[in-house]
């Protein structure tokens, strides 16, 4: 009978075969530990033409409205930054000090200086502001604060977007009927009680509804 010659030994391959297993597993594992430990954030809009339209803003709260203006938040920061300025005396390492632990606070939000600097701003409720609150009929409502303000808006070029809280449903509800009957398209997004407000670089599109 002819030599089947020698055996081959897969021992080795076998070996490497299951070490490359082993790995693949300790990396899902290690990512799906990751994925379920990472923060979930609420949308993120940010300023941008969506549908031929750019949002204001307004957030829903404690059964009360607050605008949230970019224009005044860039106002605050370029004041904030002027009065470091002169605090300092332009020594930019005494600058950099006072810029990381400022907040600012503008009509009901809280903000880091810091961050505001460079275009993100996440606002954080002041818990103990209040905003305006819808205590006439709507028929009544059309010389009210909320109204009012509608009339420096252009409903062909601007929608609102309303960030709403748990709380205040009907607020929204009735700042969404003055919106529609001024001819405002709306946008809506639910937040948690204490999330905060992002808007800048990095944000989520949000687009009239």
């Known amino acids: 009978m002819a030599s089947q010659g020698p055996e081959l030994d897969l021992s080795s391959f076998t070996d490497i075969l299951t070490c490359i297993l082993g790995i693949l597993v300790l990396i899902i594992l290690l990512t799906g530990i990751d994925a379920s430990q990472i923060t979930v954030l609420v949308s993120t809009p940010k300023e941008h033409i969506g549908d031929d339209k750019s949002p204001v803003y307004f957030e829903c709260r404690n059964q009360s409205l607050f605008h949230i203006s970019t224009e005044n938040i860039k106002a605050s920061v370029d004041a904030k930054t002027q009065e470091i300025r002169e605090k300092v005396q332009e020594d930019e390492m005494e600058f950099m000090r006072h810029a990381e632990n400022a907040q600012l606070e503008i009509e009901g939000q809280s903000l880091s200086y810091i ?95």
């Open 115 to 209: 961050f505001a600097l460079v275009g993100q701003y996440a606002l954080f409720p002041v818990q103990e502001a209040i905003g305006y609150q819808f205590n006439r009929p709507l028929s009544e409502e059309k010389d009210g604060w909320f109204s009012d303000l509608l009339s420096s808006f252009d409903p062909e070029t601007q929608f609102l977007c309303f960030f709403l809280r748990p709380d205040s449903f009907r607020t929204f509800q009735q700042a969404r009927a003055v919106a529609w009957l001024r001819g405002f398209n709306v946008s809506v997004e639910l937040l948690e009680a204490r999330n905060p407000i992002r808007i800048g670089p990095g944000g989520e599109r949000v687009y009239s509804q």
